[in-house]
């Protein structure tokens, strides 16, 4: 299921499977998507874990920033 939080005026979309307490969270590299998690994300060896994963702001499915200079930085990715 696709949802999204708001976050400093950025929406972050992202997916999740509740299957356990047990959570693994999937993070994409610069200039990808969460897409790039599809084979773990079907992957039946991981049935018992909650999955996460997260399109980061201005890729995938997440809005992009009309201030990239401040809210790509590593410390506004990690708010």
Request: no cysteine; glycine share 8%; aromatic share 8%.
């Amino acid at each position: 299921m696709t949802d999204s939080i708001l976050v400093d005026g950025l929406t972050v979309s992202y997916e999740r499977v509740a299957r356990s307490d047990r959570t693994i969270l999937f993070l994409h590299h610069n200039s990808g998507s969460s897409g790039v998690w599809d084979d773990q994300w079907n992957d039946p060896r991981l049935d018992g874990y909650t999955l996460v994963r997260v399109d980061l702001p201005g890729q995938g499915r997440s809005s992009r920033s009309h201030n990239p200079d401040a809210d790509y930085t590593l410390p506004a990715l990690g708010r």
